[in-house]
């Protein structure tokens, strides 16, 4: 790792501001290390010239006054973001070669405020998963690995390339998207923070849609000053997406503050279930000490219905990505299969059928059982009646206290190949599909190592529209963990 790639976004900027060094040679410092890693997988297209385009105006820009707020800053963005004339798949064969021909609003932003783009990062097919295996380019390898092992470990998902990334330093900061976890979970896995805002805070426009009602892009970065700074590029009202939030960006940075004196933390009795490691609940048990050391206050409080989240959320979202990914039938994007005289609905389906993989496939035919005529009210109606319940519970929860406090993940990174079961999968997210359920605005943030040496993150959930709250425990935890730990370079 050369003395640049192990710099924050924050000292990056400083440095560039401060004529420390040039952002070209930021750019080149990345484009180095991204070139150096290609076995972890984590990018599926490298774009150096665009971070080098961007670098240069920076540099240029330096001269002549203002620097925007990332100017020269170069940044991984998911493959789940529409980049112009640049591949965006999704991590889905039936997207493949796909370029758009637009940019998200979240990327222009992020390009608005001077940042450049290394490349794009592998992650789950269409955002369903949890450990980046069902990409069509193939897993992302985690740069970490157990003590005294060499097993390939995941990375987390679906933002795994993402997550992979800036634990192995090959981008300082990076887009994630999180629709029932997979910014938090990955950035649990390895070490990293990372933050999904109030749903609707970040623009939906021009990133694949997974579940609409649930789908957030946010940043992961290495601390959470970093989070702070890249959201408030990324995030703002935007038109072109009716759900939207017509609310002002709070300048996050410079609201961080880690005195959380009068604060009152929630700790969720549902959140202790069985199964869990104890090191897990020693974890949380550690993060307490840490906010009430920060001046906060304890209290129990009571989200009674958890236990029906993960099932909701497995109803809500393949439900919704059923329908979302109706679009791809071989007319519009990327591959089209057309059989021997086929006609065209013999066309429709070998495309999917070849486009698709499993876990994708098996959303899709969730989806459509739940919402068939026989089984709407069943499922589908009922899952819409608990989740209100569920965003119940948060808002009853929050008169009593002002974060909510919980480990991110129940275990800590897994093997590659070691889970095949697709519940044991979904189980991952037990802890942070239901903010998401809630459209709340939650964050993981690095407390410390596990037995065997791997990363296990905090999560914080706040109240909506309460961004602030969350970094700054986020910070308070930071200050006190002292998590500095890094892979040891093996690629
Ligand atoms: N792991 C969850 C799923 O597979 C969440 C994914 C996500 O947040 N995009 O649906």
């Given amino acids: 790792m050369s003395e640049i790639t192990g710099k924050t976004i924050a000292e990056l900027r400083d440095g560039i501001r401060g004529g420390h060094f040039s952002a070209r040679e930021v750019a080149e410092a990345y484009n180095a290390a991204v070139a150096a890693a290609r076995l972890l997988n984590a990018y599926t297209v490298e774009t150096p010239e665009d971070a080098l385009a961007a670098a240069d105006a920076a540099d240029k820009a330096r001269g002549s006054g203002e620097l925007a707020s990332l100017a020269g800053i170069p940044l991984g963005i998911k493959d789940l973001f529409a980049t112009k004339g640049v591949n965006t798949t999704a991590g889905s064969k039936i997207l493949k070669d796909f370029k758009p021909p637009y940019e998200s609003t979240v990327t222009a932003n992020l390009r608005k405020a001077g940042a450049g783009m290394l490349g794009k990062l592998n992650m789950d097919e269409f955002a369903m998963g949890s450990s980046n295996e069902t990409s069509t380019y193939g897993p992302v390898i985690s740069p970490w690995r157990r003590q005294g092992s060499n097993v390939g470990l995941t990375p987390g998902g679906s933002s795994g390339g993402s997550a992979a990334a800036v634990a192995a330093s090959i981008a300082p900061g990076v887009t994630g998207t999180d629709t029932g976890g997979s910014i938090r979970q990955p950035a ?7 933050i999904k805002p109030t749903y609707g805070r970040c623009s939906r426009w021009g990133i694949v849609s ?3 009602s649930l789908d957030q892009a946010g940043p992961m970065a290495k601390s959470v000053r970093d989070c702070a700074i890249l959201l408030e590029a990324m995030a703002g009202f935007d038109p072109k997406d009716p759900t939207s939030l017509a609310a002002p960006v709070p300048k996050w940075e410079a609201g961080l503050s880690s005195d959380l004196r009068g604060k009152r933390v929630g700790i969720p009795k549902e959140y202790r279930i069985d199964g869990v490691p104890g090191e897990i609940d020693a974890h949380w048990e550690q993060g307490i000490e840490w906010l009430k050391d920060a001046g906060a206050t304890p209290v129990e409080i009571s989200l009674p219905h958890t236990k029906y989240a993960l099932p909701t959320y497995y109803i809500i979202a393949p439900a919704e990505a059923s329908s979302n990914l109706a679009r791809y039938d071989g007319v519009r994007y990327g591959l089209r299969e057309v059989p021997e005289g086929g006609n065209l609905d013999a066309m429709y389906a070998a495309t999917r059928a070849e486009g698709f993989g499993a876990e ?9 059982y739940v919402l068939s005529a026989g089984f709407y009210d069943a499922y589908f109606t009922k899952a819409q009646k608990v989740r209100a319940l569920i965003k119940q519970d948060f808002r009853k929860a929050f008169e009593r206290c002002d974060i909510i406090l919980t480990p991110t993940a129940p275990s800590a990174a897994f093997g590659i190949g070691e889970t095949t079961d697709p519940l044991a999968m979904y189980l ?3 802890f942070a599909v239901p903010a998401s359920l809630a459209g709340l605005p939650a964050m993981s943030v690095p407390g410390g190592l596990d037995g065997q040496g791997l990363p296990l993150g905090l999560h914080l959930i706040g109240n909506e529209l309460d961004e602030q709250g969350v970094l700054n425990a986020g910070l308070a935890i930071e200050e006190r963990a ?9 690629w």
């Fill in 188 to 194: 649990s896995f390895v070490g990293i923070s990372g």
């Fill in 210 to 212: 997974f579940a609409s």
């Fill in 360 to 368: 994708v496939k098996r959303r899709i035919m969730i989806g459509t």
């Fill in 428 to 430: 991952n997210d037990v």
């Fill in 482 to 490: 002292g998590f500095t730990a890094r892979p040891e370079r093996w």
